[in-house]
């Protein structure tokens, strides 16, 4: 697979390279948790969703979201593995907080350290491919997630939560050794086996 012809490719519509958004306004948060308890027990792929203060947004990824998630995912943990960081890939588990009445399934979260008894991971990895109605970092903003990375574009900016308001960095706080400039080299092969070589390759110096 060749990113640069996916992306040359991509035509809004395509159900195949296009992320499928769908809002609902005025949902409480019992109807919310009964959709999800629905869709759970469908057995049908399981479209993600984004909750905040009564609107919910449920998006069907695409190949490439997929792709571009999942290359991201398997570069920051053979980074963790051999920078020996504790990570703890959580996958797309609801985040959620009845009270502040937010919800989110990231693309992938991971806990830094050992969870032990806490609920909210530490870091939440989002992917843009196509634009939602959501504003992703509103959601989170009430969630306890530390740090969002959000790639779009082809580039991945951080975004770090000081108590009041996400702050936008050039790098991770919670990784600063991480080179998320080698990660985006990594996606753009449009290989995964080609970006874990070149990945490890750039490690050993």
């Not at 990784?175 to 070149?198: H, N, V």
Request: proline fraction near 4%; aromatic fraction near 10%; charge should be neutral.
């Amino acid at each position: 697979m060749d990113m640069d012809s996916i992306f040359d490719t991509f035509k809004p519509g395509d159900p195949d390279t296009v992320d499928q958004h769908i809002v609902l306004e005025g949902i409480s948060w019992d109807a919310f948790m009964s959709i999800v308890r629905s869709r759970d027990a469908s057995g049908w792929k399981q479209p993600r969703v984004h909750y905040v203060d009564g609107t919910l947004e449920l998006m069907m990824a695409s190949m490439p979201h997929e792709y571009i998630k999942k290359t991201l995912a398997r570069c920051v943990e053979a980074w963790s593995e051999h920078a020996e960081i504790p990570l703890e890939g959580y996958g797309s588990f609801l985040i959620k907080n009845k009270r502040r009445r937010r919800a989110a399934q990231a693309d992938e979260c991971y806990f830094v350290g050992v969870p032990g008894r806490r609920t909210k991971p530490d870091l939440a990895i989002e992917v843009v491919w196509t634009r939602g109605a959501i504003d992703e970092l509103e959601v989170y903003r009430k969630l306890g997630v530390r740090e969002v990375w959000i790639w779009e574009d082809r580039r991945i900016d951080v975004f770090v939560f000081d108590g009041e308001a996400w702050r936008k960095r050039s790098d991770s706080l919670l990784l600063p050794d991480a080179d998320l400039r080698l990660f985006e080299r990594c996606i753009a092969t449009g290989s995964q086996i080609k970006a874990l070589k070149i990945l490890r390759r750039a490690l050993k110096h």
